[in-house]
């Protein structure tokens, strides 16, 4: 189960088999929301993640991938 199906907020999806843990992403978070745990970006804290993109843009492996919600308004 990916990490965005198992939170109630809306987090960046990081795939471990690109992530080659750099921590470019955690730098650049300014929720301070990813950490690296094993080797590996996690989204450690997804109550603070923002959804910015921040870390999505930073990641030099597109290893971070960000879903989107369309609302129609009526």
Not at 9 to 20: E, F, S
Not at 30 to 40: C, F, K, Q, T
């Amino acid at each position: 189960m990916r990490e965005s199906e198992t939170s109630e907020y809306p987090v960046p999806v990081i795939d471990n088999a690109l992530c080659n843990g750099c921590g470019l992403c955690v730098r650049v978070c300014p929720d301070d929301a990813l950490s690296i745990v094993n080797g590996v970006a996690k989204v450690v804290h997804p109550e603070a993640c923002g959804y910015e993109g921040y870390c999505e843009r930073a990641c030099p492996v597109q290893g971070i991938t960000r879903f989107f919600q369309i609302i129609f308004d009526q």
